[in-house]
């Protein structure tokens, strides 16, 4: 994927999400509007950020480590796994296009 098209992707997402305000007071917003849900889980791994899922329901989730208490790093963590499902690059997004169909 080159710049241009990364360029072009965010843009459309940021359109179609960000009406007002600050984009990182949207994420929730995002996440429902996908038919997600967000889960903060306790982990004692110390290498667990987050992670992009899907159930075997179909329910897809984002999981974030509840011991980040940065709230920008919470914020990017959220926003980088949201990348991942708009830019199709994991199992989850994966799953999720099955499901859709």
Do not use: K, W
């Given at each position: 994927m080159t710049n241009s098209e990364i360029e072009q992707k965010?843009?459309?997402v940021?359109?179609?999400?960000v009406r007002s305000g600050n984009s990182h007071k949207q994420l929730s917003n995002i996440i429902?509007?996908?038919?997600m849900k967000f889960k903060?889980?306790?982990s004692k791994n110390a290498t667990?950020?987050?992670?992009?899922?899907c159930g075997n329901n179909g329910q897809c989730y984002i999981m974030?480590?509840?011991?980040?208490?940065?709230?920008?790093?919470r914020n990017f963590t959220i926003?980088?796994?949201?990348?991942?499902?708009f830019?199709?690059?994991?199992?989850?997004?994966?799953?999720?296009?099955l499901l859709r169909r």
């Open positions: 965010a843009a459309a940021f359109q179609r999400y429902q509007a996908e038919g903060e889980v306790p667990f950020v987050a992670q992009l899922t974030v480590n509840q011991g980040i208490d940065n709230s920008g790093r926003a980088h796994e949201l990348g991942q499902l830019f199709g690059t994991s199992a989850a997004f994966q799953f999720l296009l």
